[in-house]
């Protein structure tokens, strides 16, 4: 008897993103209060871990630059890791000031795209990441994001030889844990499969994410083809907030709600409460001003438990 399933994964995690990758992309400032507010709610629904904000700066993304008052402001819930985004040293000292769960560094596989979001080339930011990895010691868990894995708003197509040697260098510098980001929403189900048969073809030992945008509405057959191709952690967002202020016209980021009814419905396990998911994404219609309103009816619309 066929059953497409059979080699899939039962259970997979999910990294929400939406405070950090969904909220920087609203352009009216979201008051503290109420992201904490958001924040906690989230905190129920069952996620492995939410990308909190980000230590970056307040100049570069303004929407996140209350990041400190938010950690201190939210309620932690245990087994739910907290992490957040670190540019470079200075928001590396902030974040531990406030007592980050997990640090995420960043870094795009594609030269140009790198000096545009980060103001310098692939060398001098993996130069920062080494010298990040050797203060914090094994104090803190770190994972890498890799934007642009699957194409370039500059460069067009990357080379998948060429994400292999950048993923090599972070594995020398003591990286285990990587998210490969379709920051541009330009991967389809196909390319996504063989650039990780490629990647495993190469050995890597890396525990590997997936972080999808929702061109064209491809964000959940990229999840299969994420899933076949061996992958059992995802980002998402609640609502589908979120593009890159890099990277303009990019569609938003994969919606958690799409994600967790869709795999649940697959048989596999996310630990995420389909309920808590549809109450919180009601709090962030309330709480977010700029949400485009039919985005989350029609999400309540079809996800009726
Ligand atoms: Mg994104």
């Given amino acids: 008897?066929?059953?497409?399933?059979?080699?899939?994964?039962?259970?997979?995690?999910?990294?929400?993103?939406?405070?950090?990758?969904?909220?920087?992309?609203?352009?009216?400032?979201?008051?503290?209060?109420?992201?904490?507010?958001m924040i906690n709610a989230f905190s129920a629904c069952g996620f492995a871990e939410i990308e909190v904000t980000s230590f970056v700066s307040p100049r570069a993304i303004p929407q996140l630059r209350d990041a400190a008052e938010v950690f201190a402001g939210i309620d932690r819930v245990p087994g739910v890791v907290y992490s957040a985004l670190v540019p470079n040293e200075r928001g590396l000292k902030q974040a531990l000031a406030a007592g980050v769960d997990k640090l995420v560094f960043f870094i795009s596989a594609s030269e140009t795209h790198n000096r545009e979001n980060l103001g310098q080339g692939?060398?001098?930011?993996?130069?920062?990441?080494?010298?990040?990895?050797?203060?914090?010691?094994?104090?803190?868990?770190?994972?890498?994001?890799?934007?642009?894995?699957?194409?370039?708003?500059?460069?067009?197509?990357?080379?998948?030889?060429?994400?292999?040697?950048?993923?090599?260098?972070?594995?020398a510098?003591?990286?285990?844990?990587?998210?490969?980001?379709?920051?541009?929403?330009?991967?389809?189900?196909?390319?996504?499969?063989?650039?990780?048969?490629?990647?495993?073809?190469?050995?890597?030992?890396?525990?590997?994410?997936?972080?999808?945008?929702?061109?064209?509405?491809?964000?959940?057959?990229?999840?299969?083809?994420?899933?076949?191709?061996?992958?059992?952690?995802?980002?998402?967002?609640?609502?589908?907030?979120?593009?890159?202020?890099?990277?303009p016209g990019a569609a938003g980021n994969l919606a958690t709600e799409d994600l967790v009814f869709c795999l649940e419905e697959m048989g596999i396990k996310t630990g995420v409460s389909r309920d808590l998911i549809l109450q919180a994404a009601g709090m962030l219609e309330k709480n977010v001003d700029q949400l485009a309103g039919h985005m989350l009816s029609f999400l309540r619309g079809c996800h009726k438990p």
Avoid at 141 to 153: D, I, K, Y
Avoid at 174 to 202: H, K, M, N
Wanted: aromatic share 6%; net charge negative.
């Fill in 173 to 247: 510098l003591g990286i285990r844990e990587v998210t490969l980001c379709d920051t541009l929403g330009v991967a389809t189900p196909g390319q996504i499969f063989s650039v990780l048969s490629y990647l495993d073809t190469c050995g890597f030992e890396s525990d590997f994410g997936l972080h999808l945008h929702d061109s064209c509405g491809r964000a959940l057959a990229g999840v299969v083809a994420g899933l076949q191709g061996g992958i059992t952690r995802f980002d998402s967002s609640l609502g589908g907030l979120g593009g890159c202020p890099f990277a």
């Fill in 122 to 171: 692939i060398a001098q930011t993996l130069a920062g990441i080494e010298r990040m990895m050797a203060s914090i010691g094994s104090v803190k868990p770190v994972r890498v994001a890799v934007s642009n894995v699957f194409g370039c708003p500059f460069e067009g197509k990357v080379p998948p030889e060429r994400v292999a040697e950048l993923l090599e260098k972070l594995v």
């Fill in 1 to 37: 008897m066929l059953n497409p399933y059979q080699d899939l994964p039962g259970t997979v995690s999910i990294v929400e993103v939406g405070p950090r990758d969904g909220w920087q992309n609203v352009a009216e400032f979201i008051p503290t209060r109420r992201k904490i507010d």
